[in-house]
């Protein structure tokens, strides 16, 4: 009998343990993820019909702010005064659709309850303003206009950012939506909102800029360089390419052909210029090899979902299994030939099933500015309670170190050689360094419908780059072959040039527009 309750007593200390731990496990460490899913609006249910702060851009724009109305159901209603432009930054809040972007990574902050504007409530116990506050956004709104005016109604996504620190200075993709439609006093009407959003072909809701994968067309060959520059198999000016207009890679008899048919060749500094697809994917296949330039891309953010503050990131994809070595390139002159071959040459020009989002070649274009760091992107600044002190700064963390300092050098003189006499002259921005890659990602076999792509940063000559951007031109119907340097070019360079102009010296200082 002894015996039997012993091991009933076990038996129980054993679930209790059990019981113990998957509590820890749902409060404690799984409370980050549980919060910030999307539908939980447990968050909202405590946060709604009371005064919240404002979200503004770095210049000073309102953005989302909450006003008192009168006649409704309830006595407060958010408010969203630059409507589509900021959506996709923003997002909405909700009580019956829950809350997105930064009404959702912020919550706490903008309804008081985070642990700094606590303490500042508990310090000033006789201040009747609402405990709230506001977000100050790194966005700019003349940096944002200038990327919704140069896409204008086509369909595709913007970023800019400062490489340095990481901080985003526009995050645009359209189609956008405007989030007061679903902030509306009667619920039923926003969740008919929403599902109609839910269903339009051309997805409004979801921002392509961070949240959507593309081919990467030929940008992805800064990372097909980098890798060689990495290796030390390649320089600016070694090994030199043969010229060609096609090259067929071991097991395929389907050769891999230049843009337009065009004949091309020689060393990276020459190739990069004008995009010369069978030098980057003889560099890809033969003298790299899987696995440097999976190392390389894995480097650079691929495969990792970047660690943006707002929700809903995706990460870039590369491929990373070519099959078994089968031994060397059959004329003898080097490399090795793997199952897959063909499928390498492919992925080292943007093609094959290499994905990446808009903000993910941003970055990578930022690395070469920026001496070879990768920051974390974010699209906030600081937190400022009512008296618009700061309460809480987001600090520029590095996240990835693709490239040594050398090695990022190396590929910023390649870089700057494609604006300066290249297929990206349209990015020039008089009075800076500008480097940049173009990009044409054909969508579909055989049809000629394709991607147009830019990537760049400017700054001051000698010094690290001030701006990054990327700008992807979606394929469009009946809209025949478009390519980067044409389409994408003059709208990377209208944003460059508005991130480079000084900030208004108003910037970051609450304006008029009424609301908690």
Known sequence: MNTQIRRLALGMVLLYSALFVRLNV??????GDLNAREG????????????????????????????????????????????????????????????????????????????????????????????????????????????????????????ALDPRTGAILALWSYPSYDPN????????????????????????????SYRELFAPGSTFKVVTGSAGIRSGDVSLMSPSYPERTEWTPPGTTRPLSNFDGALCGGPLIEVLRVSCNTAFAEMGARTLGPEALVDTAVDF???SKPPIDIPGAVASEIPTDYGKAL???????????????????????????????PLQMAMTAGAIGNEGIIMEPHVAAEVRDTEGNVVREVKP????????????????????????????????????????KTGTAQTVAGEDRSHAWIIGYAGPEGEPAEVAV?????????????????????????????????????AGLPNELGGN
């Open 470 to 506: 990327a700008v992807i031109v979606e394929a469009q119907p009946k809209v025949s072959e478009q390519t980067g340097g044409r389409v994408a070019a003059p709208i990377a360079q209208r944003v460059l040039r508005a991130a480079l102009s000084p900030v208004p010296a108003s």
């Open 397 to 436: 963390t590095v996240w990835k170190r693709p490239l040594k300092k050398e090695q990022a050098a190396a590929m910023r003189t390649a870089m700057d050689g494609v604006v300066a006499d290249g297929t990206a002259t349209e990015l020039d921005v008089p009075g800076f360094k500008v480097g940049g």
């Open 181 to 208: 439609l679903l902030v509306d006093d009667n619920g039923a009407d926003a969740i008919g909102v929403k599902t109609l959003l839910d269903g339009a072909p051309d997805k409004p809701l979801l921002a392509r």
């Open 301 to 303: 953010g691929f495969g």
């Open 26 to 31: 749902v409060q404690v460490f799984s409370s």
């Open 40 to 159: 939980n609006n447990r968050q909202n249910l405590r946060d709604f019909d009371r005064p919240r702060g404002k979200i503004q851009t770095a210049d000073g724009t309102v953005v989302a702010f909450t006003e008192e109305v009168k006649g409704k159901r309830f006595e407060y209603q958010r408010n969203y005064p630059t409507g589509e432009l900021f959506a996709h930054v923003t997002g909405y809040f909700t009580l019956e659709l829950g809350s997105t972007g930064v009404e959702r990574s912020y919550g706490d902050d903008l309804s008081g309850q985070s642990s700094s504007l606590e303490l500042r409530a508990l310090t000033n116990l006789f201040n009747a303003d609402a405990n709230t506050g506001d977000v100050v956004l790194s966005l700019r709104s003349d940096v944002q206009q200038a990327a919704r005016d140069g896409l204008g109604d086509r369909r595709g996504s913007v970023v």
């Open 327 to 357: 031994g060397p390139f059959p004329d003898g002159d080097g490399g090795t030939v793997y199952e897959d071959t063909p499928a390498l040459a492919q992925v080292a020009i943007g093609q094959g099933n290499a994905r990446a989002t």
